[in-house]
């Protein structure tokens, strides 16, 4: 928190270089969610650049309530939420049990033996999830890399989406859970 | 930022299975701690694979100079308050201008005479081309104060 608290007075007294290392340091997860959302280069790109430059001009307003990192995960996931908003592409779609409160459970189909060095060298299998994970509604695919790539915990990633902490576990769990589903429906086929 | 247990309790009810929850959060600390592939059961291990394929970055690849980039963006664009303060500028001298030419055309008339009075014979014509003048000089001053705020401009949001 005191390197934060550095970092933001380098750029509110406008030192050189001090804005520039602020985005090196935090450019990966600005990235990684706005990509996660949009999953287009070229709006990554722009809406990125806008998310830093709306960091820039309402840095002076970070109160250092929460770790900058968590506030500069806001603002990327703001842009990025209000770009798929403006093009009418839903960030959420309804899960099947979400109302009737099925439990949700793939163990039924669990089998023994499962090869992990096997299945991570199978360039297909991970292929099959990539493209499974890319399917995800942007919203999920972008919890599972906050969670996962970026190791943001729940309550952080809570205070970045403002979604309750709740809400987010179901989604991480469901989420995973159909991409069990759908690796075990590959390895069926294999077998 | 650190994870642990305490991020994620097994958490009650909203459909979702504590087993398989808790056989999630395994893979996931499994996968980040680097542990061997023997630990863990057959459905931790699957869910080992997926864990392993999330956290690879996505395939968008970031400019190696973005950092740069964005750095002389930001240079180039001026802060949210210089942004405030130069439109309030625009506004006070366009209520200025407003209020001034109301201004003359209340109390023109009544000026007029005054001024043409100090002024020597044959003045009208001189007074014509001052106005006309000063005009230009105004209208060129107007659009080049209009033209720096355009160009100060271009922050999204």
Redesign the interface.
Known sequence: MSEDRALVEDVLAGRA?A???L??QY??LC??II??MV???DD??EL???A???V???LHQYRFES?L?SWIGQVAYS?AKRHLERKRIPIVEPVA??DD???????DT????????A??ADDE??AL??AQ?EALPPLQRTL??L??????????IARMTGIAE??I??H???S??L??ER??ARMGAHA | MNHDDRDSPTPKGAGIDPREWEAQERALRAERLKLDAGHGDARTAQYRVIARALRQPPVSPMPDDFAAQVAARVAGAPRLDERVEAWLQRLLSGLLAVVAAGALAMYGPQWMPAFTGLLPDGAGAVTGWAGAVALCAAMTWGLQHLRRDDGAGGVPG
Not at chain 1, 147 to 156: A, K, M, Q
């Open positions: 270089g804005f520039e290392r985005v090196r450019q990966g990235w990684h990509d996660r999953r287009h280069p990554t790109r990125c650049q806008e830093f430059l709306r820039h001009q309402c770790a990192k842009v049990g979400d409160g099925e439990v949700f459970s793939p163990m669990v089998s023994d033996g499962f090869d992990l060095e299945a991570t299998m991970a999830l990539h994970i599972l890399t969670y996962h790539l970026e190791e943001v915990p729940i309550v952080e709740g809400t576990k179901s991480l769990f469901r995973r859970a991409l069990r690796l075990q």
